[in-house]
């Protein structure tokens, strides 16, 4: 039974290790939960969609209603015989008024169009901003994968060469061995624990970008984990040569429908057209209607007598109105100003359109390339690593015997540790343009 229980602590414990790794597609999903970009677009998205009921008001009339309260003495108008007098009086009136706009160059119209435009494209740029934000974090994410793995590769050759410099004194002891051949293999690991050094300050920047990129707090532990790496190595050793035929041409015809990066120029376009509308559609007459209703009560305060009510004179006094009102614009350098300012913004828009769609289809052709490129380097460069290992481990058993000098044997250590690297760079390198083509491919980001 207390077997049993310490095992059951064992498995207890590595789940709770293994749970602290953060894979690549959960650094992704922190990242776009947390990014800072995310919610600045949620608070966007709730401004044009209230800009969009703003412009479906603006097809409303507008109502204003006024009261003034008017005290006058000395010589003035008395309103009850419509005379100059000297007399004082308080003065009352109200209003209530109505206005629709009939015609304004179809602005209010285009207005809302425009409105419309902007509150749908939220879900665009919302896809925007979260693939952005996951592709950069990839590339942190495999900077600082590389970094740590480096370290491994390091730790390893620095463990081999402490290795060599046992064995080196103790050849040493036996009077089989110089004492140069003993300096030579210090330096060696000397030189060792300095790129071992080197790689652990270069794995905590690396740690240090992806936290930032993913919104982590810094002072938080994030231990990252490499299944990638290890799925490529097996995928690799499974085939004679890596897989290639994807057609660049074939992924941009499908992923240009669906690019978030292109439907925001589109989208930028519609907006700086609908923009051009209504600034000449403002140079155009324009064409309202409005009415009223007023009333008001008045008292005199230099002559006592008998005055009605203020009911009675809210009432009798009562007056009502109709006005159509035609404004014809014939001259106004602001609006003239506004109209070439919104063409060139247009023109403008569609310039970007034109880069965007230049540039999305270089990205794709790139990836697609690059993928199949470093598919095959991978796939050499597994072949050097394993020639070189067995270079370096002939060389080693020739020196043990004396058959080779210390130099020979670094040398060959050296470009051993060299392949291993590049090999390591090739599959980091390979992971990334995988994930964009299946990107391009339709596939989401985070899987």
Same mark, same amino acid.
């Given at each position: $039974?207390?077997?049993?229980?310490?095992?059951? %602590?064992?498995?207890?414990?590595?789940?709770?290790?293994? !749970?602290?790794?953060?894979?690549?597609?959960?650094?992704?999903?922190?990242?776009?939960?947390?990014?800072?970009?995310?919610? /600045?677009?949620?608070?966007?998205?709730?401004? /044009?969609?209230?800009?969009?009921?703003?412009?479906?008001?603006?097809?409303?009339?507008?109502?204003?209603? %006024?009261?003034? %309260?008017?005290?006058?003495? %000395?010589?003035?108008?008395?309103?009850?015989?419509?005379?100059?007098?000297?007399?004082?009086?308080?003065?009352?009136?109200?209003?209530?008024?109505?206005?629709?706009?009939?015609?304004?160059?179809?602005?209010?119209?285009?207005?809302?169009?425009?409105?419309?435009?902007?509150?749908?494209?939220?879900?665009?740029?919302?896809?925007?901003?979260? *693939?952005?934000?996951?592709?950069?974090? $990839?590339?942190?994410?495999? *900077?600082? !994968?590389?970094?740590?793995?480096?370290?491994?590769?390091?730790?390893?050759?620095?463990?081999?060469?402490?290795?060599?410099?046992?064995?080196?004194? /103790?050849?040493?002891?036996? @009077?089989?061995?110089?004492?140069?051949?003993?300096?030579?293999?210090?330096?060696?690991?000397?030189?060792?624990?300095?790129?071992?050094?080197?790689?652990?300050?270069?794995?905590?920047?690396?740690?240090? !970008?992806?936290?930032?990129?993913?919104?982590?707090?810094?002072?938080?532990?994030?231990?990252?984990?490499?299944?990638?790496?290890?799925?490529?190595?097996?995928?690799?050793?499974?085939?004679?040569?890596?897989?290639?035929?994807?057609?660049?041409?074939?992924?941009?015809?499908?992923?240009?429908?669906?690019?978030?990066?292109?439907?925001?120029?589109?989208?930028?376009?519609?907006?700086?057209?609908?923009?051009?509308?209504?600034?000449?559609?403002?140079?155009?007459?324009?064409?309202?209607?409005?009415? @009223?209703?007023?009333?008001?009560?008045?008292?005199?305060?230099?002559?006592?007598?008998?005055?009605?009510?203020? !009911?009675? #004179?809210?009432?009798?006094?009562?007056?009502?109105?109709?006005?159509?009102?035609?404004?014809?614009?014939?001259?106004?350098?602001? /609006?003239?100003?506004?109209?070439?300012?919104?063409?060139?913004?247009? #023109?403008?828009?569609?310039?970007?359109?034109?880069?965007?769609?230049?540039?999305?289809?270089?990205?794709?052709?790139?990836?697609? $390339? *690059?993928?199949?490129?470093?598919?095959?380097?991978?796939?050499?460069?597994?072949?050097?690593?394993?020639? *070189?290992?067995?270079?370096?481990?002939?060389?080693?058993?020739?020196?043990?015997? @004396?058959?080779?000098?210390?130099?020979?044997?670094?040398?060959?250590?050296?470009?051993?540790?060299?392949?291993?690297?590049?090999?390591?760079?090739?599959?980091?390198?390979?992971?990334?343009?995988?994930?964009?083509?299946?990107?391009?491919? @339709?596939?989401?980001?985070?899987?």
């Amino acid at each position: $039974m207390k077997r049993i229980g310490i095992l059951i %602590g064992w498995l207890v414990w590595t789940a709770g290790v293994s !749970a602290q790794s953060w894979s690549l597609d959960d650094c992704m999903k922190y990242a776009v939960e947390h990014a800072t970009e995310v919610k /600045r677009e949620v608070v966007n998205a709730r401004q /044009r969609k209230q800009d969009y009921q703003h412009a479906v008001a603006g097809f409303l009339p507008t109502v204003t209603g %006024g009261v003034q %309260g008017q005290y006058a003495w %000395g010589r003035n108008i008395d309103p009850e015989t419509n005379t100059y007098n000297n007399v004082t009086t308080f003065n009352n009136y109200y209003q209530l008024y109505a206005e629709l706009n009939v015609f304004d160059g179809f602005a209010t119209i285009n207005a809302l169009k425009q409105a419309k435009l902007s509150r749908d494209y939220s879900a665009t740029a919302m896809q925007k901003i979260q *693939d952005d934000r996951a592709i950069d974090v $990839m590339q942190k994410y495999v *900077d600082a !994968a590389y970094a740590e793995a480096s370290i491994r590769i390091a730790s390893e050759k620095l463990n081999e060469s402490k290795r060599m410099l046992a064995k080196m004194k /103790r050849l040493y002891e036996l @009077g089989e061995k110089g004492r140069p051949d003993v300096v030579q293999m210090e330096s060696q690991v000397a030189e060792d624990e300095y790129n071992l050094t080197h790689q652990e300050n270069v794995a905590k920047q690396s740690l240090l !970008a992806l936290k930032s990129a993913m919104n982590f707090p810094v002072d938080e532990e994030l231990k990252i984990q490499i299944a990638e790496e290890r799925n490529l190595k097996l995928k690799a050793e499974k085939k004679e040569a890596p897989e290639s035929g994807v057609n660049y041409e074939t992924v941009y015809q499908g992923f240009q429908n669906i690019s978030p990066d292109l439907k925001s120029a589109e989208y930028e376009v519609e907006r700086a057209r609908y923009d051009y509308k209504i600034a000449k559609g403002r140079l155009l007459p324009s064409l309202s209607l409005g009415g @009223g209703i007023s009333t008001n009560y008045y008292k005199n305060l230099s002559q006592k007598g008998q005055y009605d009510g203020f !009911a009675s #004179q809210f009432h009798n006094n009562q007056g009502e109105y109709l006005a159509l009102t035609l404004s014809i614009p014939i001259y106004n350098s602001d /609006r003239w100003h506004s109209v070439k300012k919104a063409r060139n913004d247009w #023109q403008l828009a569609q310039v970007n359109l034109e880069e965007t769609r230049r540039k999305l289809h270089d990205q794709i052709a790139q990836a697609v $390339m *690059d993928a199949e490129g470093y598919a095959k380097e991978l796939h050499q460069m597994q072949k050097k690593v394993a020639s *070189d290992s067995l270079a370096y481990h002939m060389s080693s058993r020739k020196f043990e015997e @004396g058959m080779l000098s210390t130099f020979d044997l670094h040398t060959a250590a050296q470009t051993l540790l060299e392949s291993r690297i590049k090999e390591l760079q090739m599959q980091m390198l390979l992971i990334i343009k995988q994930r964009l083509v299946a990107y391009y491919q @339709g596939e989401n980001l985070i899987r």
